[in-house]
């Protein structure tokens, strides 16, 4: 295949880049509810007629690995009855999803009657039925009691909106008006992501455009394997293990082996534990998301993320397991957690092999809290969804970030005036919690304790939170980060809460979130007089 010359094909690449940055700008700032407007909860990619993944914006790890399944899904369902104008939706996690609240939307781009690839956006929506509020139950036993379960649906066909299906979608819900709001700039999205590669191609042409992606996919993949190639040649192997599923099941391992091979890096998950009672099962897609990315961590986070990327990637999980889920497991919590733990085990097995690229375990828990109710300022129900950030690990020349999303959430906290204004919530109190950055030559980052006082009576509170039975480990004598803990404060009493539960709230109620602080790096006998000295400093404040 005849290339383009360097300079063209920079061009298109970064091109095709800023597609997909557009289209998550015109996402967040047209979509109505907090978690995408404020949380930047969303992901958003451009594909080939082939299914295959050509540019992403820097969104979220966890979305962007499992978008190949479900533009997969589609192009299967609708073969060729796909027409200009026409907007598919899917949540169905064993058709390409993660979890229901994450809905994708995938929309096939025409140029001159011909089909020249998908845009693709996937976004948490705070509400999509189910048994509680925000369907992020930590007590679901199936699928089915995490909220509507949507398979390749057209949702828009030919620019026209599926009345029945719309109708259908938004009867399941408990925030209608807004799950609409966020549908519509999802499609917004893609709009504009067909409008921008239309552009271009006016600006080349087809025929180049194509040869463009395919180079790219290539030289992707060149670039993955020049990165591996400087890796040892080595195997290790490496298990972690997540608290509990809800309902009895304590200490499940996650396990794994990592060889690098010449040409590619094979991950095994043989050793990890059969999928649970609880929502902590993760469905293949989601495991592929969590290993893609720290095979990036490791390698060269600047190789432009598209298929050719992962090609030298081999992943191994035995279906029915934590790592490869079959229906009807419940899942809501294998997105948000397992995904975490994959992260943290694959990583800790390439500490044994290349450790000045790994860090310390962050706070290996997206510390999920859904909020849902009747707001007394309007008499409309609500429905708050958030993850709460905590310590990141230490590293091999620098301490961890205190209080920040890590690893497969790559969101933002809700700011503190948006949540009020949104939500009949007040928060109290959102500090740093000193001293819970695990101790090494580099400290680990600090967790975060925030008090939510709730306004409406009656409100349910889901809870879903992991490292609480025991804190995110240290690297090469570093030690373990402070664990999390929950309670709820009524009058003067503090309740325990355990990490995964659900329960009523009423007026006056308090929340609190304590999360885990990062582990430390290297031996604390090692770190420096001045680092001690500003600990000391910042244990008085």
Known sequence: MEKLDPISFEILKNSLISIAEEMGVVLRKSSFSPNIKERRDYSCALFNTSGQLIAQAEHIPVHLGAMPYS????????????????????????????????????????FKKKLVGFTVNRAHHSDVGGV????????SRDVNQEGVRIPPVKLWAEGKPNRQILDFVLSNVRTPDERLGDLRAQRAANLVGAKRLGELLRKSSVSTVEKGMDQLIDYSEELMLKKIRELPRKSSTAVDYLDDDGFGTTDIPVMVK??????????????????????????????????YYVVRCVTDPSIPANAGCFKPIQIKAQSGTIVNAEPPAPVAGGNVETSTRIVDVTLKAFSSIIPERVCAACQGTMNNVTIGGVDPRTGQYFTYYETIAGGFGGRYSKDGVDGIHSHMTNTLNTPVEALESAYPLRVRRCELVRGSGGRGRFRGGLGIKRETELLAERSTISLMGERQRRGPWGLLGGMS?????????????????????????????????TTPGGGGYGAPGRRTKEKIGQDRADRKV
């Open 481 to 513: 980060g402070s664990p999390g803990a929950y309670g709820i404060v009524r009058g003067n009493r503090v309740t325990g809460l355990a990490s995964k539960t659900t329960l009523t709230a009423n007026n006056g109620d308090v929340l609190t979130v």
């Open 71 to 110: 533009v997969q899904a589609v192009m299967k369902e609708f073969e060729d009855d796909l027409v200009e104008g026409d907007d598919i939706i899917l949540n169905d996690p064993y058709r390409g999803g993660t979890h229901l609240p994450d809905i994708t939307m995938v929309s096939p781009i025409f």
């Open 258 to 291: 990592v060889t690098i091979n010449r040409q590619s890096i094979a991950f095994d998950f043989s050793g990890s534990a059969k999928q649970v009672q609880g929502p902590l099962n993760a469905v293949y897609s989601v495991t592929l998301s969590a290993v």
């Open 132 to 139: 509680a509020p925000g369907s992020m139950s930590a007590l």
